[in-house]
């Protein structure tokens, strides 16, 4: 499996798969496309190259490109329980950030009990867990060889009381599901 961090800005993007057509899993702020785009071409990936994105969170770091990827041809896989979030994403922009909308009628619904199946018809064996903590919309994403993409999941220890029990929650989950190796957002490779 072929794991590239496309990332800038101080976050991770990644670009993932063996054959075919890769994920991309979380894009940047609004407004950095040229960003996105530069970060790809370094590491020889045409934007075209990717047919889906999968959004750990609807932060403004972590879909701010969302709508502009699918006008670029991307479909946005929304997983169970994140709709009613991508919304509330516009609460955070600014006009000066050049936010666009996500549309909400275009995008593919992804019920975590189907995730596997999914991602195994574009090459990737692995799933999608709901793992809040973060944010209630959190998801990771688990490979079965034991990498997991977990947006913005605070650690066990640093996680506000008010929340302690969802992120030690999620983490028993991410660890239930094979995840051994953290690919984090904001932070370098770990293993647990």
Not at 24 to 52: E, H
Not at 63 to 88: N, S, W, Y
């Amino acid at each position: 499996m072929n794991i590239v961090n496309v990332g800038y800005k101080s976050t991770n993007y990644f670009a993932i798969g063996s054959t075919g057509t890769p994920l991309l899993v979380d894009c940047g702020w609004p407004g950095t496309m040229p960003l996105l785009l530069a970060n790809l071409k370094r590491v020889d990936i045409p934007l075209s190259a990717f047919q889906y994105l999968l959004v750990t969170h609807f932060h403004p770091d972590h879909a701010g490109l969302a709508q502009e990827l699918k006008q670029a041809g991307l479909t946005l896989l929304v997983c169970e329980g994140q709709e009613p979030f991508i919304p509330q994403l516009k609460q955070w922009m600014k006009p000066e950030m050049h936010f666009h909308d996500i549309t909400l009628h275009d995008n593919r619904a992804l019920p975590l009990a189907e995730s596997r199946a999914f991602l195994k018809a574009i090459g990737i064996d692995g799933q999608v867990i709901a793992t809040p903590g973060h944010s209630d919309d959190s998801v990771s994403l688990i490979l079965d060889s034991g990498e997991a993409f977990v947006g913005d999941l605070t650690s066990p220890g640093a996680a506000p009381d008010e929340h302690a029990a969802a992120v030690a929650a999620s983490w028993e989950a991410i660890r239930t599901a094979g995840g051994r190796t953290i690919y984090h957002a904001h932070a370098p490779l770990r293993h647990i």
